[in-house]
């Protein structure tokens, strides 16, 4: 089958690959110059697969006016007053209850853990160089009531497959002595032993050279913007850019936030919508953390990549806007400084800020559309688009291919 890809993120080079393994003949479009240049090019680099809670959980709408009325709170909310905006919110504040939330966990754990299946046995297969490392993840807690909360969100978990430790604040620093800096205010920890953490800009590097290769058939077309999917006779029949109209028997759009512009014209109306995020590279030159962190109170992630460290957060909804906000980047400078003084080089940090394409649930959507049957969507990842990427693609190869698909996966439907 010929098939085109929209999008060369690690949602679509993921795709790519699980199809172009299948024999496939697969194209792939982006309208950047190279691949994973948007949202996958400095996120928080954490594979975090027993870490998929939604953001809209209980508790969370009673917290948000106390963020907002922080100026250096993690979340940020400037109206727009669009109707995707409102609609948004006003789903995400449905989503905030426990049934929707445990039901959505659920699903994204079985989801991550087909990720992370697949994640290692690529991984062991390719030999891709992009710093991966089985790191294990630590959450550290500030206050009594969120540890208490966390451990009754990991006994939750470990009904569903989870293996999670709950740490006192000295096994915290057993494990981590590089957190001795915010020893004080640690109440206890999640120690994770399963999570993973890489690069992921160098992933969909090392993941495009590979396609490249002799053993498949994939051809990419990078600078190519695509500008209207055109339909004839129930079906997409072709991607319309500057540099002409691709055609394919089928089309998986893995677009991000750039998804619902083309897909409204022709009745597909996807509820994403950008939560903007930053994040700082530095070298490491000092007692940096070796294990990723993740630091609850601040609502901060931190990986190491090799002797580099990562660090990302916020969730500021702002709509499409890119710009860099230097409160935001000083605010995230402080609350690392603080965390690790003497880690990195802090005079060179590569700031980043990049837009998650997140659903108001916090469920990806993965399946066929309506009504185009040959266009199968896979969008909507939000932050977890690295985590959940391997899995998601091998739910579109499933579907492609006509077969049951490997997991229950029918939260994800259009």
């Given at each position: ?7 060369a993120g690690v949602v679509g080079l993921t795709t790519a690959y699980m199809l172009a393994r299948e024999g496939h003949e697969v194209q792939v479009l982006d309208a ?160 994770t032993p399963g999570e993973d953490a890489g690069d992921c800009h160098q992933f969909c590097a090392g993941l495009t050279t590979l396609l490249r290769g002799s053993n ?199």
């Amino acid at each position: 089958m010929k098939i085109c890809i929209l999008g060369a993120g690690v949602v679509g080079l993921t795709t790519a690959y699980m199809l172009a393994r299948e024999g496939h003949e697969v194209q792939v479009l982006d309208a950047e110059p190279g691949a994973g240049l948007g949202t996958s090019y400095a996120n928080g680099a954490q594979l975090s697969y027993s870490y998929v809670a939604p953001f809209a959980a209980p508790g969370v709408v009673s917290k948000v006016p106390g963020w907002l009325m922080d100026r250096d709170g993690p979340m940020r909310l400037r109206p727009d007053f669009t109707w995707n905006q409102i609609r948004w919110l006003y789903r995400f504040w449905r989503a905030c209850n426990a049934t929707q939330s445990d039901a959505t966990t659920a699903a994204l754990l079985r989801l991550a853990f087909h990720s992370r299946a697949l994640v290692h046995e690529m991984v062991s297969r390719e030999g891709l160089d992009f710093d991966f490392s089985h790191a294990g993840k630590l959450v550290v807690y500030s206050d009594t009531a969120g540890f208490e909360g966390a451990k009754r969100q990991v006994a939750m978990q470990a009904a569903l497959g989870s293996e999670q430790q709950a740490l006192s604040p000295a096994e915290c620093l057993a494990r981590e002595p590089a957190l001795a800096h915010i020893a004080h205010r640690i109440s206890g920890g999640i120690w994770t032993p399963g999570e993973d953490a890489g690069d992921c800009h160098q992933f969909c590097a090392g993941l495009t050279t590979l396609l490249r290769g002799s053993n498949f058939n994939v051809a990419f077309h990078f600078g190519t913007r695509v500008t209207q999917l055109l339909t004839a006779g129930g079906r997409v029949v072709g991607a319309a850019t500057a540099q002409g109209v691709f055609e394919a028997d089928a089309f998986v759009m893995c677009l991000g936030n750039g998804a619902r512009q083309l897909a409204s014209p022709i009745g597909v109306d996807l509820p994403i919508y950008p939560l903007k995020g930053y994040s700082y590279t530095v070298p490491v030159t000092g007692a940096a953390p070796s294990v990723s962190i993740t630091d609850s109170k601040a609502k901060v992630v931190y990986a190491r990549l090799g002797n580099r460290l990562r660090i990302a957060g916020m969730a500021d909804v702002v709509g499409n806007d890119r710009r860099f906000d230097n409160r935001r980047l000083d605010t995230l400078l402080r609350q690392a400084k603080e965390a690790f003084p003497e880690a990195a080089d802090w005079t060179e940090l590569n700031p980043w800020t990049g837009l998650r394409p997140a659903t108001p649930t916090g469920l990806p959507i993965i399946g066929r559309s309506r009504p185009w049957p040959n266009l199968v969507l896979n969008q909507g990842q939000g932050s977890l688009g690295f985590t959940l990427g391997m899995g998601s693609a091998a739910l579109v190869a499933d579907v492609l291919a006509g077969r049951a698909m490997g997991i229950a996966a029918g939260e994800f439907a259009p």
